[in-house]
């Protein structure tokens, strides 16, 4: 393959060389999935990228871990597919369109071009006919087809739920959008409101979404105990507490029915039916609702917030204790979203309620004790903190004496024999809210007539595209203010009607991407059947911690009602995955208390960090996440520009574990840079045999030699295969090392035929972790071929065998020297070899052993 000439400085062109092979990879269509064929399938996807305009370090090692899969999988006689595309819906671009007066469209398309070009500059191996943006209608349309199948199957409701909603921009937020109490951007306080909105019936799954955890074995534990937490299984008991003076009750689930007994209150939510009936009489209760509805309704908002209640003056009957009843609250803390939005209160095994109780004098009684330390226990609760273990019920009547999971089944029996309610299970998990109040999203195929309800669009009818005449200038969803866009005949009867003015939670678009990439060439289906379950499920998937649970739990979810539907035949959609870890940077301080970006920030005279320019002391903090905030970030952009890509490569993959946390330091990027320069001038100075040159008779020195560059072939793919991409580094570094020793030997002798294999096999191990510098130490080295389309190298199992081992030499039970025979040497040598070492001549003090036993391959122990 003709080459330009990059070898005229001491000095590895780096901007020209990963230029030149990224536009050879291109020409050659290097990294296009091939068609299904009876080769083993691999399929190697990063979560995509939200098109922010520029790709920062997260990326950077995120793709790269990628990379290096998909490129050894290839190089291993896999048909590898590994794509890219973006998702690219979502609130960044509204806003920018609010703060910059430009179209969305266009913000998005221009970002992604952007990163494209930026990705390209990494050399990364994606396929890139298969790009696709969420954003388009050629892809929209699919979920929008998939969303009225879901609808048919009665995958998906619409009904009125609790949001928050910010009075200011006339939206709902996500909890995370609302920060103590207020909107995010706004300021204003957020209201909780009432709104008809669509969901997807994910609890449908709840069960099988559980059980099928146990068989995702390549995915890490936490991410897995994050899921089964989130869908929460409780076994416990659904019952109804009976309000004195009137016909109805209060239907509670608790998973602890065995503390019954020590039941103090009930407390129902803020928008309990009943709290909202009392109300409409007690303007205090009213005022006190409304103080609830300004909090947000995310579990830790309420877990964190003041416990307070509101005595309705209603009382409810015992269960169990006829003639006892119980102060009926509202309270803050209790929510409708959770189980039946009621609640009973046993202050002695639960701290909230424990709190509660103390804050409005509504006392406690203990019904759980230890086995041991009972003293110990009932003081704890006096003293205000909640027993929370395991025990033996007291105070409790007919559950006296009982364990707790005991207890619980007996109670659980006299609820039923009672007729008041019956033992079940419950779920965390709720149901998937998709509604978004915001322009830049897909439409929901909806209209609403006043005459025939809520009425899908036909599918001939798809896509409903976003309409781009759309404004910003007033405040909530430009979608509802359109003039024209949401009018529209009713399907069913022509009468005029609204189109849903809702768009879809971005979750929508990353719950079945992946799939799309198996066949993003079909306009008239979402995939093809054969190629999804051809390609699918993904066999490594790979991301960031914090998308543990929601993304891959809604595309679990996903996946199961696309099979519901009959789109293909799969359950789980990733069988294996990976979370990297968080790129960290030192902070800096300038002497004002503003934060500093590291490139303004450089050595004084003496050594101490200074700011540039100025030269004033900075405050150096710790290490934390890289972000914007803190300005702790290294713009990926000037990393591949000034060292090159395969050095940002080899440093993201040596410093530490992919699944840890990664510390960015300019002496990391700089040995890396160094030790990159090193391997180049190792090919581009050896004076070698010829390629293909039959190998000489080695001596021992090049023998050794060339047993550690077949042991390296062996550890550094058992150490890929494992992701333990820093020890697979330190490996090749080893063998570089060790060729690097042997200088600049003769062309024509053993030192340099070794030489010359041992050069070749890093280049085709380094492939897929510094790939441009592989393509270009392969050139160097006499091949027309690419790394690229190179197969892995092979060890030479006889290589693999150690033929001499290091044997300890004792006398009388001391250690005295070590000494190194041949494998399976006869003992006589053994023997002779251990008589001979100084410290055992010391030892025996001129006089004959009186025995040497010889263990093969292990030890000698003499006995003076």
Not at 121 to 138: H, I, K, N, Q
Request: net charge negative.
């Amino acid at each position: 393959m003709s080459r330009p000439d990059r070898t005229s400085t001491d000095r590895y062109n780096v901007k020209e060389t990963e230029a030149h092979w990224q536009k050879v990879w291109e020409e050659r269509d290097c990294f296009a999935a091939p068609p299904p064929s009876d080769r083993p399938k691999y399929y190697v996807l990063e979560m995509f990228p939200y098109p922010s305009g520029r790709i920062h370090m997260g990326h950077v090692r995120n793709y790269t871990l990628g990379d290096v899969v998909a490129r050894v999988k290839r190089a291993r006689g896999y048909d590898v597919l590994h794509p890219m595309g973006w998702d690219a819906f979502g609130l960044p671009a509204e806003n920018a369109a609010i703060q910059h007066g430009v179209h969305p469209a266009q913000w998005t398309r221009d970002n992604i071009a952007a990163m494209r070009t930026q990705l390209k500059s990494m050399g990364l191996s994606y396929d890139w006919t298969r790009e696709v943006a969420t954003c388009e209608p050629e892809y929209y349309r699919h979920e929008q087809k998939m969303f009225l199948d879901f609808l048919k199957a009665g995958l998906v409701y619409r009904k009125e739920s609790w949001v928050n909603w910010d009075p200011v921009e006339h939206t709902v937020l996500a909890n995370e959008q609302v920060i103590d109490g207020r909107g995010w951007r706004s300021g204003a306080l957020v209201e909780k409101r009432l709104l008809s909105q669509w969901f997807l019936k994910i609890t449908a799954f709840a069960q099988d979404l559980l059980d099928s955890l146990g068989t995702l074995e390549r995915w890490p534990e936490r991410v897995r105990l994050m899921q089964e937490n989130w869908i929460g299984r409780s076994e416990g008991a659904r019952l109804t507490f009976q309000v004195e003076g009137r016909t109805d009750g209060i239907e509670i689930f608790t998973t602890r029915p065995d503390t019954l007994f020590g039941a103090r209150f009930v407390a129902i939510a803020a928008n309990h039916p009943l709290a909202a009936e009392l109300a409409r009489d007690n303007p205090a209760l009213a005022a006190f609702i409304a103080e609830c509805n300004r909090m947000g309704t995310s579990e830790a908002a309420i877990e964190t917030a003041e416990k307070k209640g509101f005595d309705t003056g209603l009382k409810a009957r015992h269960p169990f204790e006829p003639g006892r009843t119980l102060p009926i609250h509202v309270a803050n803390f209790v929510l409708m979203e959770y189980g039946t939005g009621a609640i009973f209160g046993c202050p002695a095994h639960d701290q909230r309620d424990l709190d509660f109780a103390t804050k409005y004098g509504l006392g406690y009684a203990q019904v759980v004790e230890p086995a041991t330390e009972r003293e110990a226990a009932a003081a704890q609760i006096a003293a205000g903190t909640a027993f929370t273990g395991d025990g033996v019920l007291i105070n409790s009547g007919f559950l006296d004496g009982l364990a707790v999971e005991e207890a619980k089944k007996a109670a659980i029996a006299r609820i039923e024999q009672l007729g008041i309610g019956a033992g079940t299970v419950s779920y965390r998990l709720r149901d998937w809210g998709v509604s978004r109040q915001r322009y830049w999203g897909c439409p929901i195929p909806i209209v609403h007539c006043d005459t025939c309800g809520a009425v899908p669009v036909p599918e001939a009818d798809l896509p409903v595209r976003l309409p781009e005449d759309v404004s910003f200038d007033n405040p909530g969803n430009p979608l509802a203010h359109h003039p024209t866009w949401k009018d529209v005949a009713c399907p069913c009867c022509g009468r005029p009607a609204r189109r849903e003015t809702d768009t879809f939670d971005t979750f929508f678009e990353s719950s079945w991407y992946f799939a799309r990439y198996t066949s993003p060439d079909r306009a008239d289906i979402a995939f093809d059947r054969a190629a999804a379950e051809h390609w699918l499920p993904v066999d490594q998937y790979i991301g960031g911690i914090e998308h543990a649970v929601l993304h891959l739990l809604y595309s679990r979810f996903f996946t199961r009602a696309l099979r519901a539907c009959g789109y293909l035949d799969i359950k789980e959609p990733f069988a294996g995955l990976l979370t990297q870890g968080m790129i960290c940077h030192e902070t800096y301080k300038a002497a004002d208390g503003s934060w500093l970006f590291p490139s303004e920030v450089t050595s004084g005279a003496d050594g101490q960090p200074v700011r540039v320019g100025s030269g004033e002391p900075v405050t150096v903090g710790r290490s934390e996440k890289m972000s914007k905030s803190k300005k702790n970030v290294v713009d990926p952009a000037g990393i591949i520009d000034n060292y090159g890509a395969d050095t940002a490569r080899l440093f993201m993959l040596s410093d530490s574990p992919p699944d840890r946390d990664l510390d960015w330091t300019e002496a990391g990027i700089d040995g890396a840079w160094r030790y990159v320069n090193r391997l180049w001038r190792l090919a581009a100075t050896a004076d070698l045999p010829a390629p293909g040159t039959p190998m000489p008779e080695l001596g021992a020195a090049a023998a050794k030699l060339r047993r550690l560059v077949h042991k390296t072939i062996a550890q550094v793919g058992d150490d890929l295969d494992r992701f333990a991409f820093n020890k697979a580094v330190a490996r090749v570094r080893e063998l570089t090392n060790a060729l690097g020793e042997l200088g600049s030997p003769a062309p024509d002798s053993d030192s340099a035929w070794v030489l010359r294999e041992g050069l070749e096999v890093t280049a085709r191990l380094i492939g897929p972790m510094l790939p441009h510098l592989a393509e270009e130490m392969w050139s160097l080295l006499g091949h027309d071929s690419l790394i690229a389309e190179t197969p892995w190298p092979e060890a030479d199992p006889a290589l693999l065998v150690e033929d001499s081992v290091t044997v300890a030499v004792q006398v009388n039970g001391k250690l005295r020297a070590t000494i190194t025979l041949p494998k399976n040497a006869e003992p006589a040598l053994a023997e002779r070899t251990a008589l001979e070492q100084p410290g055992v001549v010391a030892a025996l003090a001129g006089k004959p052993p009186r025995k040497v036993v010889v263990v093969p391959n292990r030890i000698v122990n003499v006995v003076a």
